[in-house]
């Protein structure tokens, strides 16, 4: 039988606040447990709440730059439920009234055409704590410097219909909140977290079928692949004839299924209602105008003009706009370096290669625009050759030195001087006859190969364009 798959991700995303959402304990990622703590978040008896009027600020920009539709007036409900990394045996969050809903964005499905995500709702809530199993089994720990972090939890509409459509939409839901800068989503720190629901239904028909929940997914290729896991596990058991069960899963990444963790709780089970401790989020629309202003140009409008200002391909632009801090990188190189494509092709090329191969992020490497301007200023002087450049770029970006300094210090200057050149070009003719009458005969491609022989000779120090007209002359001569 052939099935529609119908898939609806949950989004929980830490804001990028000062302090935590109800006390004023830092929000920061720390690996010495339980130092970010104070009686509000460790849910002591009498601790008051008080809310962080910075965290309402970046939810409504993320909201906003969701295309939500935004409450003037918004709550706090108390989610009841008794688990270790929950101090209060509560969770305070937005159940009845979010603060943003009925949003969207687009991204491409699997044939390539754009298709609007519905999003349902965009709620505030505090994080919980986070549990340190231990590897034996015989206990657990708990870490309560998460608890309290302030979070938006963002909700679809049950209308991604692949896993692949499903990772595009975290790919430009994460773009979308870097460029509003409300977090920085890095997954590896938990700070981007996404739990899937999932089931299937015979195609054609309008019922949902029994959904199960995915969790402990730390990737976006571990959401791809735990659904792609997923669907055919709910394929074979409604092609054998029984009901899937409706039960929350653990991602197992080193075993690439996944785990039963325990029945599917529903809504009611988490007895919510507004607490009385927390007065209700009022925002004027004024302010929400001011906020709507107040957002950055984000990718698709910065593409659209990469294409427009700087004459760049759509792939170009794409690429460089798809990270808030790729694009910044871009646009600080040519405050110092005017040349739009060369950059962008050292940026993707070389520089993108570095990072990927060292696993660093562009904001933090060592390798400024300033950096990348020099080598690039360097190429341009024919101080170096492109070839000796990317030599150039990954010894600077792994010791840290500038790109002159590393240059100097190791005698990669380019050979510009015709004297020392010719020797090099007479002997290359001289060990290469064959290729000599090839180009005399026509044949005027092999000239490449005779200026790769050069190249070979000076160890890529060879002005290029100096070689080619020494080779040409010599052979016409």
Known sequence: MEYEVIIGLEVHVELHTESKLFCSCPNRFVQEPNINTCPVCLGFPGAMPQMNEEAVEQALKASLALNCEIALTSYFDRKNYFYPDMPKGYQISQYFVPIGSRGSLLIEDD???????????????????????????????????????????????????SPGESRRYLEQLKSILQYAGVSDCKMEEGSLRCDANISLRPAGTETFGSKTELKNMNSFKAVEKSLEYEIDRQKKILDSGQEVISQTLRWEEDRQETIMMRGKLEAHDYRCFTDPELAPIKLGAEKVEEARAALPEMADAKAARYGRDYGLPPYDAGVLTASRALADYFEACLAIYDNPKVVSNWVMGELTACLNEEGQEIETCAFGPEKMAELLKMIEEQV???????????????????????????????????????????????????SVEKYRAGATKVIGFLVGQVMKETKGKANPQLVNELLVKKIDG
């Open 111 to 161: 044939l390539g055409s754009e298709k609007q995500v519905r999003i349902g709702r965009v709620h505030m809530e505090e994080d919980a704590g986070k549990l340190v199993h231990s590897i034996s089994g015989e206990g657990s720990m708990v870490d309560y410097n998460r608890a309290g972090v302030p979070l938006v939890e963002i909700v679809t509409e049950p209308n991604l219909r």
């Open 384 to 434: 170096i050759s492109g070839k000796i450049a990317k030599e150039v770029l990954v010894k600077s970006f792994r010791g840290g030195k500038t790109p002159r300094q590393v240059v100097e210090e190791e005698g990669l200057l380019q050979i510009s001087d015709h004297g020392e050149l010719e020797a090099v070009v007479e002997k290359v003719l001289a060990e290469n006859p064959d």
